[in-house]
C-alpha cells in the first residue's frame, strides 16, 4: 500500500483528492494537514466522511508528514506551493502539487510574472503532469506539477492540430466556462449563492492568469509561439469546464479527417472520448468523472472545438491521482472508476 | 415629492428599496449611505443602477442626511440600527427601520435576549410595521420597525385562525425554506454558491432569533402566550421564502369554511391572496412582487397552511415602501405594481 | 386607452406581455387567446396573475378579436403566425409578430429556407422591429416583426462596427448563451430540470435557425454579405442572454476610441448601456429589464464584445412593447419602468 | 461473475443502475431493454457511458433475457411492472424490482388503491427491500421489492423510535423535499427547468401515492395502525431527499438518550449515519452516496429528526445493488463505494 499525505485538505481539490483517496485499492491516506489552530477529526468538520476515514488533521508538521508518507499531494493556494514543496523534496519525498507554482520553466515563469521564482532548482526540474503528453516523463518524475484547469481543457481540445494550426498561421479563440468550485473555497462576496446563481458573466477576458500557462505548454509542442485568446466565464454551476475553441478553418481540412487525426492522436488514452460525428459533449456526460469529452465540428468555414472535463477531477484532484497512478506503476485507472 | 433617504444601501435589501424607490411615482431618492472608504457613484458600483440615477452614495452623516430627506428608511445590520435610529429621530425625522432592533417591545426585548435594548424610549414607541395588522398605528407612527422575512410569512398564514388554535390548545409546528438572499449579502463561506448549490438544509431548528418576533407578536393577538416551533431551512433560490405551517384539525372546521376565514379577514388587503381550492402557491407566484400568497388545505385530519412571499419584496423592502405609503398617505400599492 | 390583445398568452413571451400590458398606463388588454379547449380565467391557469386581471382567455375568433382591439400582439409558435397575421391585417389592425415568420424580406426567406413564404404581401412590408434601427419606420408601421432573441443581441452588439469589419473583412465569431426560457414552453424531456440543471452545452453550432435573421439585417446595414459564425449555448438560468463577439483586431483602433464609437452610436437610446471601462456586463444586470448593456474591451490585438439582454424582455415582450409604444406615440418606455 | 439484466435503462433509476453495476467487482451487465424502436447501442443514445460499455439496448425480449442473467432489474414505470415480472419469476429468475408494484402485501394493495393487484401470487411473497429491515428475508428472496425514494427516508427515520410514538400516541408529521430526478425522466412542462428553477412548492400534500407504503410498512413493525402525515415539496436540485419529521416530545426523553437509541438501533449497519450532537445532515452530505444521514435534535419540546438520501441511490438503484449483494452473498457494500 502505498502512504500518501494530502497537505491542505480543506478546499475543494484537498477534499475532493480525500474523497478519490479513500476508495483507492491501493493507496492509504496515512496524513491530512490544513492551517487548523488545533487537531480535527477531518469527519467532523466535513460530516460528508463520516465512516469513511477517521484520520485526524492537523497542521503541517514537514518531518512529521515525511515520516508517514511515500508520496505528498500539495493542495495549496498559489505562492504558498513554493515555500512548502521544497522542503519535501529535500527530504527525499516525491511531490504532486496542484498549484500553479511548478508548471512553468523559471524562464517562462520570469517572463509571465516578471520575476523571479524563489524555487528554481525544482521549477526547471518539475515535469508537467498532463499524462496525454508527458506520460513517460511522470514515470520517472519526483515533482509533477498538476496542470490547471482551464489549461486541461484547451490544452487537450488543442493538442492534435495545433501544429497544423502553427504552420497555417491561424487565430486561437476560446470562450471557456467554468463551474464556481472553480474558484477555489473562500469567503468572498463575489462568489456568493446570490451573486452567481441566475447570473452569467466573462472575467479578465484575455487576461486570465492561466494564459502563460497554455501557451508555454503549446508552444514547447510547435517549437514556437503560440497565442491563445481565452476568454473565462463563470457558470451557476458547481462543477465542470466547457471550452469552446473556434478556429478558422483554412487548409485544416474535412471535418471526418479532423476527428479522425483526434482518434488517432488519443488512441489508447484511457481518459479522452472522442464525441460521436454531430454530437457535442455537454458538462454532465464528464461530472463525476476524469474523461475530457472533445466535440468537433466544421461548419461554415469555422472549426469548433469542444473540449469539455469535471474541473475538480480531470481539472485537478483526478488528474492528480492519474499521475500518481503512472508514478507508481499502478493501473493507471485505479482509483478513477 | 417625499424626501427619501436609505442608509445602508449596499445589501440586498438597501439595494432593493432603491431599486423600488427609483421608480416610485411620489418619490425622490435625495442620499444614500453606506460604508464606503470614499463616495462612490451608485451605479459604478452597481451597474444595474447604470442610467437609472447618478447619485452618490457616501458615508452617514446624520446631519447631512436630515437635511436632504422627509424619510429615512435604516436598512442596517442588527445591533447598528440601535445606534443610528435614535440620531435621526431626535432631529425629528420618520424612520422605517429595516433591522430586528425595534420590533419587540422592550420588556420582550429583555426576555428574548437577555439585555436591556439600548434605545428604551423609542423600541416602545416603535410601530410594527405589518399593514395587515396595524394599518392605523403605521399612519401616525414616527418609527416602523418593519418585520422580519420569516416573521411575516408565518404571521399572515396563522393570524385568521391564530386565536382558535390557542383556544384549543393546538400545537403550532413551521416549516420555513428560504432563498440565500435571506442570509444578506456578506463574505461568507457557508453562503458560496458551491455550498448552497445542489444542497438543501435545516438550521437553527426551533433556535432561529426570528422565533421571539413571531411569538411576541402573536401572543399581542392572542393575549397570551403562543408557542410556534419554527424550523427554518435554505433553499438553493435566490428569492423566496416559502412556510408550511401545520396545526392538528381538531375542532377548526372544514377546509372550506377555513378558507372562506381568511378570505374574509384579509378582505380588502391589496397584497394578500388566498389560493383557490385545491391550489398551493409556490415561490415563483410572488417572486418579484410584494403579495403574500396563502393556500389552505385539510387532510386527513392535517390543516396545511402554506404562505409563501418574497422575501426581499414583501419579507422586507416592498412591505417598507408598503409602510411608507400608508404612513405618507400616498396609494399603498404605488411603487409596488 | 389603448387597447390590446394578445393571441398566444400562454408561453413564456406571452405570459410576459400580459405581465407587462397590465401595468402600462397607457394600456388596455381587452383580449387574451390560447388554444385552449374551453374558455378559462386566465389566472385561474396561471395564479401569479390572481388579483390583477379577471380576463377570460378563449380560442382564437378573428372578428372577436378585431372588434375589441386597435393593436394586437401574436405570441404564436413559428409557420403558424403567418397563418394568423394576414387576417388582422386584411381587417385593418395593427399587428406586433414575435415569430419569426417576418423578419426577413421574401427574398431573404426564400434563401434561408428553399422555399416561399405564404404570405408574400405582408412579409415584405412588414418592418423589423428594431427600434435602435428602425425607429421612423416603425413609427408608421402597421406590421412589425418583433426581433428573435439572439438577433437582438448580436445585432445591438455590432451595428456600431459592422460597416468597419465589413471593410477590413474581419472574421466575426459570436460565442452566445441563453437562459432555458428561450426553448419556449413545452412538453420537451430536453428541457426537463435534470437535464438542463448542472448542465451546460452548446447545440447547433453555426447551424442555429436565428443565424440568417442576423445576416440579413447586418447585411443590409452594409449593402453586402455578411458572415456572422454563431455558436449558441444552453444556460442553466431561467432568464438572460449574453453575447461574447470576437473580432480580430486589425485596424479598428484603440479600445477608448471604440468605446466612444458605441456611446455615440447609442447616444439617447434609452434602453442600450454602454458599460465603463474594465467592466463586462453579466446577465443580473439585466434581468427583469427592457436594457441591453455592452462592454467592450480590446486585448491583445482581440477586440471583445459582451452584449447582453434579458432574452424575455429586450429579447422579446418588452421590445415588443418598446415598439408598440413607438408605433403608437407613447413615451417609448412606458410600462418598461 | 453474477450476470445481470436491467430491464428499463432509460430513466434515471435505469441509468443509474447501469452506472453502479458498470464499476461493480462481481457483476457483469448481459442485457439492456428499453422501449426502443430498434435496437441501438446504449452509449450512443447516452454519450456518459461512451468508453465504459459496448452493451446494445433492445426491446424486451423475455425469454432473451433469461437465457442472459441470474438476476434481472426491472426499473419500469408502475403499473407495467405487474404485467413482467411474473413472466420471469416463472422462468426461476430472481427479480429485483423498483417500481411501486410489490411494495405492499395485496390486502394492502387493495386498501389503498381500491381494486385487487394483478400478480397476487407474487406480490405476497415479495420482500420489502429495506436492508435495515428485512436483510434475512431479502438473503432469501426471489423477488425483492425495492423501497420507494420517500419511504425509505421516512422509514428510516422513524423506525428506532414508532414503536414509543405508536403508544405514545403521538402525531407524526413529515415534511419531505425531493430533488426534480424524484419525479422520473419525462416531457412535462410542469418538470421543466423553467418551472422548477426558482421555484419551490408543495404538491399532492398529505395525499402523496408513497403514503399507503409509508404507513403499511411502519403498522407492520408496530402491529397496529400508524398515521404518517406527509407533505412533499418539489426542490430546485437534481438529486437528494430531505425529510423532516416533527413530533412532539411528549415522555420520549433526552435528546442524548435519543441519539443513543438511534445509534444502537442502526449499530452495525453499513449505510446508516447517526450525525453527531448539534449537527443536521444536509443533502450534501450524501448526493452520490448509498449513505442515509440522520439528525437528532429535541429542542423546546419537539423532536426534530432529518432524514437525508440520495434519491436516486439510497432512495433507489444504490439500494437496489445493495439487495442484490445480500441476496447473492456479496459483500453488502460492494459497487457502492
Redesign the interface.
Known amino acids: 500500500m502505498l502512504k500518501v499525505g494530502v497537505v491542505g485538505c480543506t478546499g ?1 481539490s484537498g477534499q475532493e483528492l480525500v474523497d478519490i483517496l479513500l ?1 483507492h485499492p491501493g493507496v492509504e491516506i496515512t496524513c491530512l494537514t490544513a492551517r487548523f489552530d488545533k487537531p480535527e477529526i477531518y469527519s ?1 468538520v466535513y ?2 466522511f ?2 469513511r476515514t477517521s484520520l485526524v488533521c492537523e497542521s503541517l508538521n514537514v518531518d512529521a508528514v515525511c515520516e508517514k508518507t511515500d508520496l505528498i499531494f500539495t493542495a495549496l493556494p498559489h505562492t504558498i506551493s513554493m515555500d512548502v514543496v521544497p522542503r519535501f523534496i529535500e527530504k527525499g519525498k516525491k511531490v504532486i502539487d496542484l498549484s500553479a507554482d511548478y508548471r512553468l520553466s523559471s524562464k517562462e515563469y520570469t517572463n509571465a510574472y516578471r520575476k523571479e521564482h524563489s524555487d528554481v532548482e525544482n521549477i526547471d526540474k518539475a515535469v508537467y503532469g498532463l499524462p496525454e503528453m508527458n506520460r513517460d516523463k511522470i514515470k520517472k518524475a519526483f515533482l509533477v506539477a498538476n496542470p490547471g484547469c482551464y489549461p486541461t481543457s484547451v490544452i487537450l481540445g488543442l493538442l492534435p492540430i495545433i501544429k497544423e494550426v502553427k504552420q497555417a498561421g491561424l ?1 486561437i ?1 476560446v ?1 471557456s ?1 467554468s ?3 472553480g474558484a477555489g ?5 463575489s ?13 479578465k ?3 486570465h492568469q492561466h494564459i502563460p500557462e497554455m501557451e508555454s505548454i503549446l508552444s514547447r509542442v510547435v517549437k514556437g509561439e503560440i ?1 491563445v ?1 481565452f ?1 473565462p ?1 463563470l ?6 469546464i ?1 471550452s ?1 475553441i ?1 478556429i ?1 478553418d483554412k487548409g485544416v481540412g474535412a471535418e471526418a479527417a479532423l476527428r479522425k487525426k483526434y482518434v488517432d492522436y488519443f488512441s489508447g488514452e484511457p481518459f479522452i ?1 472522442i ?2 460525428q454531430n ?11 476524469n ?1 475530457c ?1 472533445i466535440g468537433i ?1 466544421i ?4 472549426i ?1 472545438i ?1 473540449s469539455v472535463i469535471d474541473n475538480l477531477l480531470k481539472g485537478a484532484s483526478g488528474q492528480a491521482v492519474q499521475n500518481m497512478n503512472i508514478m507508481f506503476g499502478l493501473d493507471e485507472t485505479a482509483g478513477l ?1
Do not use: W
Not at 473555497?185 to 462576496?189: G, Q
Not at 457558470?235 to 465542470?240: A, H, M, Q, W
Not at 454530437?279 to 468523472?289: E, Q
Open positions: 475543494y476508495d467532523d460530516p460528508r463520516k465512516g487565430n479563440v470562450d466556462k463551474g464556481a468550485s473555497r473562500k469567503a468572498d462576496i462568489l456568493s449563492f446570490s451573486e452567481i446563481n441566475e447570473n452569467f458573466k466573462c472575467y477576458p484575455n487576461e497565442q485568446n476568454i466565464h457558470l451557476p454551476v458547481t462543477r465542470g466547457l469552446s473556434y478558422e472520448r464525441s460521436e454530437y457535442m459533449p455537454g458538462i454532465r456526460d464528464v461530472a463525476g468523472t474523461y469529452d465540428k461548419v461554415r468555414g469555422m469548433i469542444v472508476k
